[in-house]
């Protein structure tokens, strides 16, 4: 076992169910994936790891995290709503681990501080049939005890917000519990999101939509100025009217 516990039998004592780690990866959502395709029973599928050769953000991006420091992993869950629905299951995920993290949430699905550094992100991939949705595969990467980010000055972690190491095998405990809590026999609640949202109530540019972030519809769109969204980066801005560098 290693010092901190950080292993197999280290998470699974501390979860009390079996858990995956693997010390390095190309992707917990790539691995998760693999094994929900060959489960009869895939919900709870749980891949951990201490680094990723190729983590994956959203739109493509890469999610680049120092080995060791921070938690990557991939929880399979098995929502019973329609596949148009499961986004809204993300978001509230999301929010339940905010809650745990003591954070907010950035639409559609980054965890962020007030100030709005981003402590971690959310990638969501689903896997459908003729029948419906059949499972969802939630990525999730959270900065924990990295202390360098060397050309990403928005970003930040939860041992530099506490000034304390934190113990990422208990943590992982925490958020796992708290995302499994949140009911998806239906459509989820999003009022938690929308007590945690950083979004709501500012200016926002989204692509080429810009204007005031007001609600987010029932199917998690994000209305801005009456437009809704259903996907996209959001920018704010210290006004509706303020010039940016979008476009």
Same mark, same amino acid.
């Given at each position: 076992?290693?010092?901190?516990?950080?292993?197999?039998?280290?998470?699974?004592? #501390?979860?009390?169910? !079996?858990?995956v780690?693997?010390?390095?990866?190309d992707?917990?959502?790539?691995e998760?994936?693999?094994?929900?395709?060959?489960?009869?029973?895939?919900?709870?599928?749980? %891949?951990?790891?201490?680094?990723?050769?190729?983590?994956r953000?959203?739109?493509g991006r %890469?999610?680049?995290? #120092?080995?060791?420091?921070? @938690?990557?992993?991939?929880?399979?869950?098995?929502?019973?709503?329609?596949?148009?629905?499961?986004?809204?299951?993300?978001?509230a =995920?999301?929010?339940?681990m905010?809650?745990?993290? /003591?954070?907010?949430?950035? =639409?559609?699905?980054?965890?962020?501080?007030?100030?709005?550094?981003?402590?971690?992100?959310?990638?969501?991939?689903?896997?459908?049939?003729s029948?419906?949705?059949?499972?969802?595969?939630?990525?999730?990467?959270?900065?924990?005890?990295?202390?360098?980010? *060397? /050309?990403? !000055?928005?970003?930040?972690?939860?041992?530099?917000? *506490?000034?304390e190491?934190?113990?990422?095998?208990?943590?992982?405990?925490?958020?796992?519990?708290?995302?499994?809590?949140?009911?998806?026999? %239906?459509?989820?609640?999003?009022?938690?999101?929308?007590?945690? *949202?950083?979004? @709501?109530?500012?200016?926002?540019?989204?692509?080429?939509?810009?204007g005031?972030?007001?609600?987010?519809?029932?199917?998690?769109?994000?209305?801005?100025?009456?437009?809704?969204?259903?996907?996209?980066?959001?920018?704010?801005?210290?006004?509706?009217?303020?010039?940016?560098? =979008?476009?």
């Amino acid at each position: 076992m290693s010092p901190s516990g950080f292993d197999s039998g280290g998470i699974s004592l #501390k979860m009390g169910r !079996p858990v995956v780690f693997l010390p390095r990866c190309d992707s917990t959502n790539i691995e998760a994936k693999i094994l929900a395709e060959a489960s009869t029973g895939p919900a709870g599928i749980l %891949v951990v790891t201490d680094e990723q050769n190729a983590g994956r953000g959203r739109l493509g991006r %890469v999610w680049e995290s #120092k080995a060791g420091e921070n @938690l990557l992993f991939s929880l399979v869950l098995v929502p019973d709503v329609a596949p148009p629905q499961a986004p809204v299951c993300v978001l509230a =995920w999301a929010a339940a681990m905010a809650e745990v993290l /003591g954070c907010l949430v950035k =639409w559609p699905n980054d965890l962020v501080t007030e100030e709005g550094q981003k402590l971690g992100g959310i990638l969501a991939e689903l896997s459908t049939d003729s029948s419906g949705l059949r499972f969802v595969v939630l990525g999730v990467g959270i900065n924990v005890n990295q202390t360098d980010f *060397s /050309g990403l !000055p928005d970003a930040t972690s939860l041992a530099l917000l *506490s000034g304390e190491y934190q113990d990422r095998a208990d943590l992982l405990a925490r958020l796992v519990t708290a995302v499994e809590a949140v009911s998806t026999t %239906v459509k989820p609640s999003l009022e938690t999101w929308r007590a945690r *949202s950083h979004t @709501l109530g500012c200016a926002v540019v989204v692509g080429d939509v810009r204007g005031l972030a007001t609600d987010i519809r029932e199917d998690g769109a994000l209305l801005v100025d009456g437009v809704a969204v259903l996907t996209g980066d959001v920018q704010l801005v210290a006004s509706v009217d303020a010039p940016s560098d =979008w476009g």
